[in-house]
């Protein structure tokens, strides 16, 4: 596996419009890659680039998100938190867990050292992706996220040697 340079904390990002700006203090739990539908149609992309993060470690230092609530394709509440002006997502929230936030990856200013370390709902992605590397696949939603939490665990330790 490349080696690849780990951010410098803290580290910021935005909505594509600047009215929302976010840093983050401290090294995500995850990164997963969604290939659900709903994510499909909510990033009008393949996927999004998921990274729950701790709410300590994270605050927004400019600009008021507004937001709107869902039913998430793992079952329970969402809260998504978006741009007024410009519509871009920046997070969101499950009902039940305010300890963690989950970014849209895609946001931060600096993108060069994001890896995803799994990829769900596999059963939905768009036929033409191809997954590289070692992350690990599931055709719906794990069972105990904490094997996404250890695979990037993994992954980001074997970064670095």
């Given amino acids: 596996m490349p080696k690849f340079k780990h951010p410098v904390f803290p580290i910021q990002g935005g909505c594509p419009c600047g009215a929302i700006r976010y840093e983050l203090t401290a090294m995500p739990l995850a990164l997963y890659a969604c290939h659900c539908t709903e994510c ?14 701790q709410t300590k470690h994270y605050r927004i230092i400019k600009g008021e998100p ?3 609530r869902a039913a998430s394709p793992g079952g ?6 978006f741009c007024g002006d410009c519509g871009g997502r920046i997070h969101g929230e499950r009902d039940g867990r305010p300890e963690v936030n989950v970014l849209r990856a895609g946001t931060l200013d600096d993108t060069t050292w994001l890896r995803p370390a799994a990829h769900m709902f596999m059963r939905s992605a768009q036929p033409w992706e191809t997954i590289s590397g070692d992350a690990v696949c599931f055709d719906t939603a794990p069972d105990d996220f904490a094997v996404v939490g250890q695979a990037w665990q993994a992954l980001m330790k074997a970064s670095q040697s």
């Fill in 66 to 68: 507004k937001s709107w």
């Fill in 40 to 53: 499909q149609k909510r990033s009008g992309s393949a996927f999004a680039l998921n990274m729950p993060v």
């Fill in 76 to 81: 329970g509440v969402t809260t998504a938190r």
